[in-house]
């Protein structure tokens, strides 16, 4: 499964942007989430949504942000709202969990799509 992200620019503070994340195969068994690294800065798991639909929240972003799947069309979206400058940063989706393999087999599986920039101004 490959990730596509789009949904990045430019926004002020205050204001909402919202990030998606096309997979090319089935993400209906997958765990997904959303990290984020900025400029000199560690990469953090900003949300994760599971494949039952349970999410978790980095505390910086509790409130703002909502993480939500759509099974049907193999996304996953993070909403974005009262966004602040601190929130500047390159957003990558992730993909995890166990998949069945060619061969019978389960196998961890993780993928990582290209990240989508985000700049927030004040």
């Known amino acids: 499964v490959q990730l596509q992200a789009s949904g990045g620019g430019l926004a002020q503070s205050g204001g909402s942007l919202r990030l998606s994340c096309v997979a090319s195969g089935s993400i209906r068994n997958l765990n997904m989430g959303w990290h984020r690294q900025a400029l000199g800065k560690q990469r953090e798991l900003v949300a994760r949504?599971?494949?039952?639909?349970?999410?978790n929240y980095v505390d910086s972003v509790k409130g703002r942000f909502t993480i939500a799947r759509d099974n049907a069309q193999n996304t996953v979206y993070l909403q974005m709202s009262s966004l602040k400058p601190d929130d500047t940063a390159v957003y990558l989706c992730?993909?995890?969990?166990?998949?069945?393999?060619?061969?019978?087999?389960?196998?961890?599986?993780?993928?990582w799509g290209q990240g989508t920039k985000v700049t927030v101004s004040s």
């Open positions: 949504i599971s494949k039952d639909g349970s999410t």
């Open positions: 992730e993909a995890e969990g166990v998949v069945l393999n060619d061969v019978g087999e389960f196998v961890a599986f993780r993928s």
